[in-house]
């Protein structure tokens, strides 16, 4: 079974500085991975997926994610944050033959003037 | 552009009560899912159905029945609601399979049992 660690609960970041959200997972077998966003009072929207090929993503809003396979890692960055990126960040990872993701735990980005 | 629409938004039950949340996509997609969201818990499924006619369990399905009435429709029933149904319910769509193609999200239902 697949599983997703995301260490950091929340993350305060100055506007204009540049923030790295952790993810990392557990599998035995290939995987896909994907952040999804979530801003206040709203359902979670795909910022990126990684499934095959380059392991730099890039996503929406300036987003992208790197995957590291030795270190099991798929860590979101962007280099200069905006007070409109403060929201609720997830990583999700999933076997390649299954029907269901799993989602980690979140990340809170509090972006500040 | 609807996408997934939820109902209700809100709803509060009393210990013992039964409900039904519905939830509807006009994206022609094949997969819908159940999750519920819980802090310091993320995302977990309920139920999923890959295609309209099935339906399967997810990590946390006690508690739940779900039906795929056709296509568009897929809810959630809670038979006996309890405490620990205290949660925001999401329903999501899928094309076809969510593991390598994009989750469309409803807005969520704010569900407080008492």
């Known amino acids: 079974a697949q599983s997703v660690t995301q260490l950091d609960s929340q993350v305060p970041v100055f506007e204009e500085a540049p923030v790295e959200l952790r993810c990392n997972y557990s599998s035995s077998v290939s995987v896909y991975l994907f952040w999804y966003v979530q801003y206040p009072n709203q359902g979670l929207q795909l910022l990126l997926k990684y499934l095959s090929g380059s392991t730099l993503v890039k996503g929406i809003n300036g987003f992208e994610a790197e995957f590291n396979k030795s270190q099991t890692s798929f860590h979101l960055r962007k280099p200069s944050v905006h007070i409109s990126d403060t929201a609720e960040y997830f990583c999700?990872?999933?076997?390649?033959?299954?029907?269901?993701?799993?989602f980690g735990t979140g990340t809170r980005l509090l972006v500040s003037p | 552009n609807a996408g997934v629409t939820q109902t209700p938004k809100f709803q509060v039950l009393k210990t013992g009560q039964s409900m039904t949340l519905q939830c509807a996509q006009d994206?022609?997609?094949?997969?819908m899912y159940w999750y519920r969201q819980d802090p310091g818990m993320g995302l977990r499924l309920i139920y999923y159905s890959a295609s309209e006619g099935t339906t399967d369990k997810g990590e946390v399905p006690n508690g739940y029945n779900v039906s795929r009435l056709n296509k568009r429709e897929f809810s959630l029933r809670l038979e006996s609601a309890a405490p620990s149904q205290t949660s925001v319910y999401f329903c999501a769509s899928a094309a076809r399979r969510a593991t390598n193609e994009k989750l469309f999200f409803g807005s969520g239902t704010q569900l407080s049992v008492l």
């Open positions: 999700a990872v999933s076997d390649t033959g299954f029907q269901k993701l799993v």
């Open positions: 994206m022609n997609h094949n997969s």
